[in-house]
């Protein structure tokens, strides 16, 4: 297919590096010019594009990943009305609902469909092709969209409706931030118990306790290394979301609030750009 990617973070470019391997052809677009040059460059056959409008041109899909609701807001109405007809529009910006129901009726009355399809997995999955991918649109679209996802996702699921997509990535979030915050106070407890943080993990990471965030961050938060990918300040983006949802549907989130307020303080210590696992900051030092 036709294809433009619009982002080249530290989600973005790798995302579109597996369209590009997977045979597309795709253009490419940037805030920063010379990061999409470059990007370009390093994927032959692909092209970097001046403005979101060029990358757009005829495309057939075009894949959003960009930093939250206003950007998305503003680059829609310039892709639109260059694609080719009957095309579909793929946010995989963690967004509110309310932002893509609003993109999906805009996409509609332009003929093209929208899909919210925000991801999860991190830089690590995107870099691997592995990601989660939950999304929300029709299902004719859906099924348009799933294989070219596939390219970088090993998991891709149709959630309902727009909006959808966003709604279970707050569930997402909301699940990791308990799950981090219980990782920091058990690191935290190990220490001042006097155990090897090393053998702890060997010892509860086959049983209950065992998660993805402990099998990866809890050696990283062990070793006081906070640079993997998902920033403090993006988690606080989307605890916001999650929050401001909240307070529509009625849902009582007591300690994902503590937990965004907790995000706060490790602002407050020079964090906004260390990973969400350095929650354990506030408790300790890092080394």
């Known amino acids: 297919m036709r294809l433009a990617f619009i982002g080249l973070g530290v989600m973005g470019a790798p995302m579109a590096g597996h369209l ?60 639109l009305p260059a694609l080719a ?15 893509a129901r609003d993109m999906a009726a805009l996409a509609s009355l332009a003929g093209h469909s929208f899909l919210d399809a925000p991801v999860s997995g991190g830089q690590a999955g995107a870099e691997a092709g592995r990601l989660t991918v939950m999304c ?18 090993r998991a891709i699921r149709l959630m309902g409706g727009p909006g959808a997509g966003q709604l279970t990535k707050m569930v997402n979030q909301i699940a990791i931030a308990g799950v981090v915050q219980g990782l920091a106070e058990a690191l935290h407890f190990t220490r001042r118990a006097g155990l090897d943080p090393a053998g702890v993990l060997a010892a509860i990471s086959q049983g209950a306790a065992q998660s993805w965030q402990m099998d990866n961050r809890w050696p990283t938060m062990a070793e006081g290394r906070f640079d993997f990918g998902f920033a403090v300040d993006w988690m606080r983006k989307d605890l916001g979301l999650v929050l401001d949802e909240a307070a529509r549907n009625g849902a009582r989130l007591d300690l994902t609030r503590q937990v965004d307020a907790w995000y706060a303080e490790v602002q407050g210590l020079g964090g906004a750009r260390w990973d969400t696992s350095s929650l354990v900051t506030r408790l300790e030092p890092p080394r």
Request: aromatic share 4%.
């Open 136 to 153: 929300g649109g029709d299902p004719e679209a859906f099924a348009r969209a799933e294989p070219v996802i596939a390219a970088y996702a």
């Open 85 to 99: 007809p009957g095309a579909l529009l793929v946010d995989h910006t963690t967004t509110s609902a309310e932002l």
């Open 20 to 79: 590009a391997a997977a045979g597309h052809t795709v253009s490419v677009y940037n805030r920063s010019p010379e990061k999409a040059r470059a990007w370009a460059a390093a994927h032959p056959g692909t092209a970097a594009a001046e403005t979101p409008a060029e990358a757009a041109q005829g495309a057939e899909l075009v894949a959003l990943c960009v930093g939250n609701d206003e950007d998305v807001r503003g680059l829609v109405p310039q892709i």
